[in-house]
């Protein structure tokens, strides 16, 4: 069955460094991968998604993941944050094509 | 556009109590889905409707648990009655055409609706 797995619960980094958010996927097929983020009192936002093709994707708000097939993973990147980006974080995988299939969510904390 | 909205935006009712979430997709979107998330899990599928019609309700909890969308308009997702473990954050979704056909069709998510059952 197809499932995710975000194994960072909590991640700080401070204002202006690096963040690399992890996750690892379990899917039979080729998968078709996303990564939301929800701000507080806020939906659910898309910032990317990964169908076929180049395997690094950009996305919205300086955003970009990597899929990597051989690890079965899709982590997203930022090479500099920012304190508005501190919100949760999810990835998912598509079953089938009509619904996703969510990891638990990475909250992400930004340090001054 | 409008977005896909969602009321209330919390609800906290009693063990045993009826509650009934309402969802608005954005104006001409066939595609409607529910999702929960309980507290500190991953947020999982519930349902997918097609206008009126369900499409996919593998994700609902039990028979306590009911949904429509009468007209093929709003959605309601009514709990009754309720129990401690409902508790949690119901999300709605909408999109134009299923997570993809052809060209991806955007899905949109709505605040959620916040309940607490007590």
């Known amino acids: 069955a197809q499932s995710v797995t975000q194994p960072d619960i909590h991640i700080t980094v401070s204002e202006g460094a690096s963040l690399e958010l992890r996750c690892n996927y379990s899917y039979g097929a080729t998968p078709y991968l996303f990564w939301y983020v929800q701000s507080p009192g806020q939906g659910l936002q898309l910032l990317l998604k990964?169908?076929?093709?180049?395997?690094l994707v950009q996305g919205i708000k300086g955003f970009e993941a990597e899929f990597k097939r051989s690890q079965s993973s899709f982590n997203l990147r930022k090479p500099s944050v920012h304190w508005s980006d501190a919100a949760e974080y999810f990835c998912a995988v598509a079953k089938g094509f009509q619904k996703l299939v969510f990891g638990t969510g990475t909250r992400l904390l930004v340090s001054p | 556009e409008a977005g896909v909205t969602q009321f209330p935006s919390h609800s906290v009712i009693e063990k045993g109590q009826t509650v009934t979430l309402r969802c608005d997709p954005i104006?001409?979107?066939?595609?409607l889905y529910w999702y929960r998330r309980v507290m500190g899990k991953e947020i999982k599928f519930l349902l997918h409707f097609v206008k009126e019609s369900k499409q996919d309700e593998s994700g609902m909890p039990n028979n306590r648990f009911l949904a429509e969308r009468t007209g093929g308009t709003y959605s309601t997702l009514k709990v009754q009655p309720a129990e401690l473990e409902d508790s949690g954050v119901y999300f709605c979704?909408?999109?134009?055409?299923?997570?993809?056909?052809?060209?991806?069709?955007?899905?949109?998510f709505g605040n959620g609706t916040r309940l607490t059952v007590t």
């Open positions: 979704a909408s999109s134009q055409e299923p997570i993809w056909e052809g060209l991806y069709s955007p899905l949109h």
């Open positions: 104006s001409g979107h066939d595609n």
């Open positions: 990964y169908f076929s093709g180049d395997t």
